[in-house]
């Protein structure tokens, strides 16, 4: 996925970049980078690695490396960014979110306009940021580049910049998929993927940018460079799954929306009768744990945790880079509570269901210490179809995603026909698909929110939010 942040203000500007891109490490895992601007310096840059250390440890030496009025940082899980710019717009930074689909298309365009060159990366990749930057060279300023580039790119991409000067422009991606607000001090602003980040640092809520829109800042003026589009299709899996639990977006926040999800979900249980003779509800940790709660409240379940994750040493279980070595990891973390799980019959809420590798040996370990039965709700429908506009839920083949895999297993390639019937629990496909669910990862029951669910605990508008991974539609 991948977050960013950015401020320029009257002093340094350093301290709350470092602690506020921080705050978006759960957004990615790979590469971290900074870059700053000082009317001395100029602009400086620094990238890390980050698939084996948090944010933090690479960049805690950064106070004595970098300095500047002006600065943005980046958490990547593919091209390594910043990159610092030399073109006919000036020199700047540039660090972008978000996936370009035709990446391919658009430097082959580029060669073909007879223009310069790429740096290639290893394998010969091109690093996508470049491309955006090449993009946005092909016009007069930044203004008309940035237009120009969210206009040929399919796909997403949100754009941080801080020009030669020190001025930050930000841009939101063109169907504002992903959030992008502003936040004020009495010394300057700043600009965020999540709101938390600045709330923080001491910033209070400015603006929040709308699809398209693009603004300049100063340390002591927000300038509108490019109004806020009509069409929104903000991402909805923001609220069930990635999104920080207190972030707010387009007025949502994403701990009360959880809540709010749960709630429902124990309401279509208790309906359909499927919740009695529970003991406990229960989350996976960690961001099952508020669709949990919610649950639990509505229905009056006791909410408990039967294992508890050991984080002090190993606090993302995907760090290393061995499959084989984060199975080992994640099974390392689960420390039971005999008490709560021998004997038990046990509801956990999951955020989603995507591969199911992984839950199901948490189903597999719950089983060996005791649990008389386990039932699996997912906080949201059953992913059918592999983001192509955010990096969550990217598998190579959607064949690897859980649903998918049992719809061919169950039909063959005429299932994907059905896939809508397949999602809803209600019809005889809907059941087959659980039924087969259940034995291959040894549930006693599963079930998934509906999409009207998750569209009803958001709040907003269907027409504004991104479904896709769920019904396939753009």
């Known amino acids: 996925m991948g977050g960013f942040f950015g401020a320029v203000c009257k002093g340094d500007a350093i301290s709350d970049v470092f602690f506020g891109t921080d705050y978006h490490s759960h957004l990615g895992t790979k590469r971290a980078g900074m870059a700053s601007y000082d009317a001395e310096i100029g602009l400086q ?8 250390s948090p944010f933090r ?37 540039i660090c972008v979110i978000g996936v370009i689909n035709n990446q391919e298309e658009l430097i082959e365009q580029y060669f073909a306009d007879g223009s310069g060159h ?8 091109i690093n996508a940021t470049e491309l955006v930057a090449a993009l946005m060279d092909r016009k ?3 203004t008309e580049g940035l237009l120009f580039a969210q ?10 910049i801080i020009k030669d000067g020190g001025n930050i422009i930000a841009a939101r991606d063109r169907l504002g998929r992903i959030p992008l ?8 602003y700043c600009v965020t993927f999540e709101s938390f980040a600045y709330q923080k640092l001491g910033y209070e809520d400015e603006k929040e940018l709308g699809p398209g829109e693009i603004v300049e800042l100063s340390a002591t003026e927000m300038i509108q460079l490019a109004p806020p589009r009509k069409e929104m299709r903000i991402c909805a899996f923001l609220w069930s799954y990635y999104g920080f639990p207190n972030s707010t977006y387009e007025g949502v926040n994403v701990e009360v929306m959880r809540y709010r ?15 009695h003779d529970v003991d406990y509800v229960c989350g996976m940790p960690d961001s099952g744990t508020p669709h949990a709660i919610g649950y639990a409240n509505e229905s009056g379940i006791p909410f408990a945790r039967p294992y508890i994750k050991y984080t002090p040493t190993w606090s993302r279980s ?7 070595d984060r199975n080992k990891i994640a099974k390392m973390k689960q420390i039971p509570v005999h008490d709560l799980i021998k004997d038990k019959n046990l509801l956990f809420v999951d955020d989603s269901i995507v591969r199911g590798t992984q839950l199901k040996e948490t189903v597999d370990f719950l089983s060996q210490n005791g649990a008389r039965a386990i039932h699996m709700r997912s906080a949201c429908p059953p992913i059918m179809y592999s983001c192509k506009f955010l990096n969550f839920s990217r598998a190579t083949n959607e064949m690897e995603l859980l649903a998918r895999r049992i719809v061919m297993e169950l039909e063959g390639e005429e299932g994907f026909q059905y896939l809508e019937e397949y999602s809803d629990s209600s019809t005889e496909r809907g059941k087959k698909l659980r039924a087969a669910i259940c034995e291959k990862m040894h549930f006693d029951s599963v079930e998934f929110q509906s999409l009207e669910g998750v569209i009803e605990a958001i709040g907003l508008e269907p027409c504004k939010l991104c479904t896709y991974c769920w019904n396939g539609k753009e």
């Open 318 to 324: 995907f760090m290393p880079n061995s499959q084989v």
């Open 181 to 188: 607000l502003i936040g004020k001090r009495e010394d300057g």
């Open 151 to 160: 206009e040929v790119i399919k796909g997403t991409a949100s754009i941080l």
């Open 140 to 142: 007069q300023n930044f």
């Open 57 to 93: 440890t690479r960049f805690e030496h950064i106070f004595d490396e970098m300095r500047g009025f002006s600065a943005i940082g980046c958490i990547s899980d593919y091209d390594p960014q910043p990159l610092l710019i030399c073109s006919k717009l000036g020199k700047f930074a």
């Open 118 to 125: 790429f740096n290639a990366m290893t394998g010969g990749a």
């Open 45 to 52: 840059r620094e990238i890390h690695n980050i698939g084996n």
């Open 261 to 275: 999800n749960g709630k429902i979900m124990a309401q279509h249980d208790e309906k359909e009768g499927n919740n």
